[in-house]
């Protein structure tokens, strides 16, 4: 099923905050895009745990491609204990596609139970959409002219009572939303590890910053020893005023 959507009011939005790890040198992956250990046992735990108490998991049609993640609760007695909630065993996975290249067989899709919606823009063919909307507990909304609009797409979530939004990255992703003053707080574990490469991929992409005034102000919450690194809590402070955005 794919249905076109049009943002009514764009205040109303989940509490979103980004998920992520990087290396001492600030990378996510290898300059060939592919996924390396940064992080341990404990870290796994704790974004797993993070998985369970999220009413939806967000990512960019790049992390799908390049990593292909399955966004489950990996830990059975989570999934029970959301079930024994009432809540589906994994929460709304959710693709930002703007021109629908999700595979068909991608692990997102076709693993573990749960919905997932895909929000393409209009510019996306739609044969693909079509391809998309007719996959099981799949639905593809559209939100946007030439990309998604995450305003619009945020606005759908919490219509859905999405009131709290994971999101695994990657860069891209990530910028726009960060850009856009659309995030929350930001955790980030930092692994002992160097690995270097000047287009290795970052947390962060997009066009970036370029002036002072532009620069988003964090808050620092916590700062934590885990497995052989450091799990960094920030609050983002210059985006839209709390009182504005109803969760």
Same mark, same amino acid.
């Given at each position: 099923?794919?249905?076109?959507?049009?943002?009514?009011?764009?205040?109303?939005?989940?509490?979103?905050?980004?998920?992520?790890?990087?290396?001492?040198?600030?990378?996510?992956?290898?300059?060939?895009?592919?996924?390396?250990?940064?992080?341990?046992?404990?870290?796994?735990?704790?974004?797993?745990?993070?998985?369970?108490?999220?009413?939806?998991?967000?990512?960019?049609?790049?992390?799908?491609?390049?990593?292909?993640?399955?966004?489950?609760?990996?830990?059975?007695?989570?999934?029970?204990?959301?079930?024994?909630?009432?809540?589906?065993?994994?929460?709304?996975?959710?693709?930002?596609?703007?021109?629908?290249?999700?595979?068909?067989?991608?692990?997102?899709?076709?693993?573990?139970?749960?919905?997932?919606?895909?929000?393409?823009?209009?510019?996306?063919? $739609?044969?693909? &959409?079509?391809?998309? =909307?007719?996959? *099981?507990? @799949?639905? /593809?909304?559209?939100? #946007?002219?030439?990309?998604?609009?995450?305003?619009?797409?945020?606005?759908?979530?919490?219509?859905?009572?999405?009131?709290?939004?994971?999101?695994?990255?990657?860069?891209?992703?990530?910028?726009?939303?960060?850009?856009?003053?659309?995030?929350?707080?930001?955790?980030?574990? $930092?692994?002992? &590890?160097?690995?270097? =490469?000047?287009? *290795?991929? @970052?947390? /962060?992409?997009?066009? #970036?910053?370029?002036?002072?005034?532009?620069?988003?102000?964090?808050?620092?919450?916590?700062?934590?020893?885990?497995?052989?690194?450091?799990?960094?809590?920030?609050?983002?402070?210059?985006?839209?005023?709390?009182?504005?955005?109803?969760?």
């Amino acid at each position: 099923m794919w249905i076109y959507f049009e943002t009514m009011n764009a205040k109303h939005r989940p509490f979103v905050f980004i998920n992520m790890a990087m290396s001492v040198d600030g990378k996510v992956s290898s300059v060939r895009r592919e996924q390396l250990r940064i992080s341990g046992v404990e870290d796994f735990d704790r974004v797993d745990s993070l998985r369970a108490g999220s009413d939806a998991i967000m990512v960019g049609i790049g992390t799908v491609l390049s990593d292909n993640p399955s966004l489950t609760v990996k830990s059975e007695k989570r999934r029970n204990e959301r079930k024994k909630m009432g809540k589906p065993e994994n929460p709304i996975r959710v693709i930002v596609d703007s021109k629908a290249r999700t595979p068909i067989d991608a692990e997102v899709l076709n693993k573990g139970a749960g919905m997932r919606i895909i929000a393409v823009s209009e510019r996306a063919i $739609v044969e693909d &959409v079509g391809r998309l =909307g007719d996959k *099981a507990e @799949t639905e /593809v909304v559209v939100c #946007g002219r030439e990309e998604v609009d995450l305003k619009e797409l945020l606005y759908l979530l919490w219509l859905r009572g999405v009131n709290r939004l994971m999101v695994e990255g990657g860069g891209t992703l990530n910028w726009s939303l960060l850009s856009q003053r659309l995030v929350d707080e930001i955790y980030i574990y $930092v692994g002992n &590890v160097v690995i270097g =490469g000047e287009s *290795a991929p @970052t947390p /962060v992409g997009g066009v #970036g910053f370029v002036r002072d005034e532009e620069l988003l102000r964090l808050e620092l919450i916590s700062a934590d020893k885990m497995d052989e690194g450091v799990l960094l809590k920030w609050r983002v402070l210059n985006h839209n005023h709390k009182e504005d955005i109803i969760v």
